[in-house]
Structures are given as C-alpha cells and as structure tokens.
C-alpha cells in the first residue's frame, strides 16, 4: 500500500501555524480477497416508539450479509437514523430485536464502528490520539494504539498529519479522520450516519470514492444512511428504501454494477435505471411525507 503525499513539509508547516490545510491526495487500495465471516446483521420486526406515542420505525425486517455495502435511503424524517441506531446499540427497540452474528444488540460495542455526520473528533487531541483513542480504551497498550493509528492514517491519506490538531483540517479530512477512528478497534460493521452531508459536492465525491477504497480493503460490511440517491447508487451493493414516518422498509434494490466504480459509472444504463426507481420511490414518500405534515397542522 502507497500514501502518496506531496509538499508534506509545506503542509505540515501551515498546520503549525493554524491554518486550515489543503486535502492530500489517497492512497491506493486492493479489494480483500479472503471471504468475510462476520458482519451478520438481522434486524427482526423491529418498532421504534418514542413519548408522546410518535413511531420512528414501523415492523422493520432486514437481513445484511457479512461483508455487503447497504444504503438505507429515504426521505427526511424518515427513520433511517433511528434504525441506524438500533444497530448500534444507542436506541433500544420497542418492539423486536437486532442481531449482530447471532447476538442481541443490547449495548454499544467494539464490534460496531460509528461514524457521524459531524466528525465528533475530541479537538484537544492530536489526529493520531484520536484515532489511537479506541485502542486505548480496549486496553490494548499504547504501542499497540499508536500504531493502529498510523495504519489507519496511512490508509485515509493523512500519514503527514498524525501530529495535527482536528482545528486545522478541512471538513473532508475530519471525515476521514472519523472513520479511520471508526474502524480502530477492527469492527465487524460499520455504520455510518449521512457522514459526507455537510461536505461540498467535489469533497463528497472524493470521500465516496476513498470510502469504497477502505471497504474493499477490509472487506467490512457497511450500513450507510443517507437522503442522496446518486450516493447510495454510487456506493451500495443494494439500497433500502424506507417509507415516510413511520419508517418502513418499502423496497430492496439490487445494485448490479461492477466494481471498483469509478465517476464513469454514472453512465451506465443499469446506474439510470436503478437512480430513476429510486427517484420514484422517494417522490411519492416525500409527497405522503407533506401531506401528513399538513394534515397535523
């Protein structure tokens, strides 16, 4: 593996000086080849009901292999977080259960990596210390974390900026930051929550790209939410459809493009076909989505 980085010593010498440094460019990757043997997620008839009697997730039922790329896509409001978040650990279902290999999801775990629309690095920490960070607190020692760190630094592209303070890199590079963070302690899944949404188009391009580029080298499975459809077609082995509240599971898209997928995909007849149902899908759940708003006011 090869982290390209050019102009390090420039770069390093405006980070010292406070100033927001430029993205580096990424390393290239190899797609795993050893078959994946954990990373089974069954969520089972799962309800999600908050105070006030308002239902966030409606009988939910979802099997992901081990080692798929999911996108749970759907319009605002919609649930996909809240589901998210079951697999997590951090919301206990109302009705149902989630697994992980074959164990109830009762808590947060080592086992699940999160990564977050805002990066929630801890600033006070250099970037390496807050990758170093999981490591640490699983007791591993920290010779053990700070070398994590580094591999993880070199396989994002931010080998130069181990010694960095999260202040001074830009928005793509927090990201970056937080799923290399993300995946320290060797999760068996990774879920993350709409992490490229505040980031601009160029930037969110790049990321997706350096995001299918780490799951092809850990051969991870991934649950991503978002609202894009261009990003869940770019991205997932199959998208998810959910309903306006409360959040059903509507459809089950399987992507059928090749990989690695490049930028030139988005050409492709099967990328149209499977963006337009898609696009269909989300259409008639938002417009349900404003006519229960208008029906509560």
Known sequence: MTT???????????????????????????????????GHVEIEHVTVEFKDNVVAVKEASLEVKPGEFVCLLGPSGCGKSTL??????????????????????????PDRGMVFQQHSLFPWKTVKDNVAFGPLMAQQGKHTADKVARTLLGMVGLSAYE????????????QRVGIARALANYPNVLLMDEPFGALDAQTRAMMQENLL???????????FV??????????????????????RLIADIKVDLPRPRAAEVVS????IATKRRCMDLIRAESLRAFAQQDDRA
């Open 84 to 109: 998210l978040n079951c697999v997590a650990g951090f919301v206990k279902p109302t009705v149902g259960s989630v697994k992980l290999d074959g164990a109830r999801v009762t808590k947060p775990g």
């Open 4 to 38: 390209m980085n050019t102009g390090i010593d420039d770069q390093i010498t405006d980070a010292e000086a406070g100033a927001e440094v430029p993205d580096p460019p990424l390393p290239k990757m190899h797609r795993q080849l050893h078959p994946v043997l954990k």
């Open 213 to 223: 580029q780490i799951w092809g080298e850990f051969g991870i499975t991934v649950i």
């Open 163 to 174: 010694n960095s303070f999260p202040g001074v890199l830009s928005g793509g590079m927090k």
């Open 268 to 271: 492709n007849e099967h990328y």
């Open 226 to 247: 978002t609202h894009d459809i261009d990003e869940a077609v770019f991205l997932a082995d199959r998208i998810i459809v959910m309903s306006a509240s409360p959040g």
